[in-house]
């Protein structure tokens, strides 16, 4: 029931930013196994997008379906609950999802340079798990081709953790330190 749902979301301090608890640790933790046994095999993989160099696109691992009926039972009412004016329930918004993963650490990926997401809305699911905790700031810009200040989240992010914005709000992470993963659903 998504208003059972929308009542464990709940804003954050940039206006049209909402965070939700989605999955547990245990969760995370046995998600994350799975990633690394799938990296382990040394299948050959795309990236996920032309930012990042290391994570991966998640239906290359098997988990198309999932997503797929993650998105429709969850992601797409939700997107449409929070976001009424911009995410259609006649039209087949969210229909598609384009589920993957980045990480970023030293001597890899260090750097999450200021972006607008090529979706409709973006889940973003902190996959960290301490330690070391990562305490990279996560910052919004207004919308793209918007001139905004940066404005700092001003939460920590736990592992699974979810946040849900437009896809057009403009954002980025300063200072990456140590490691962090995420899982991004479009």
Not at 121 to 141: D, Q
Not at 152 to 178: K, R, W, Y
Request: aromatic share 10%.
């Amino acid at each position: 029931d998504v208003t059972q749902l929308k009542s464990l979301v709940s804003p954050t301090n940039i206006e049209g930013v909402y965070q939700v608890q989605l999955f547990t640790q245990a969760w995370v933790y046995r998600f994350l196994r799975e990633l690394e046994y799938q990296e382990s095999a040394k299948i050959p993989t795309r990236r996920p997008n032309g930012m990042n160099r290391y994570g991966a696109m998640l239906q290359e691992f098997g988990m198309a379906d999932l997503f797929q009926e993650f998105s429709k039972h969850l992601m797409r009412p939700l997107a449409q609950t929070l976001f009424p004016r911009n995410v259609s329930i006649v039209d087949g918004d969210l229909e598609d999802n384009y589920p993957f993963v980045v990480r970023y650490e030293p001597m890899k990926d260090v750097d999450l340079g200021e972006h607008a997401d090529s979706s409709l809305v973006t889940m973003n699911v902190c996959l960290e798990i301490p330690p070391p905790y990562n305490k990279s700031p996560l910052y919004f810009k207004g919308f793209r081709n918007s001139h905004a200040p940066p404005t700092f989240l001003n939460i920590e992010q736990n592992p699974g953790m979810a946040l849900i914005h437009l896809g057009q709000h403009v954002h980025g992470v300063s200072n990456v330190h140590g490691r962090r993963s995420n899982m991004i659903l479009w």
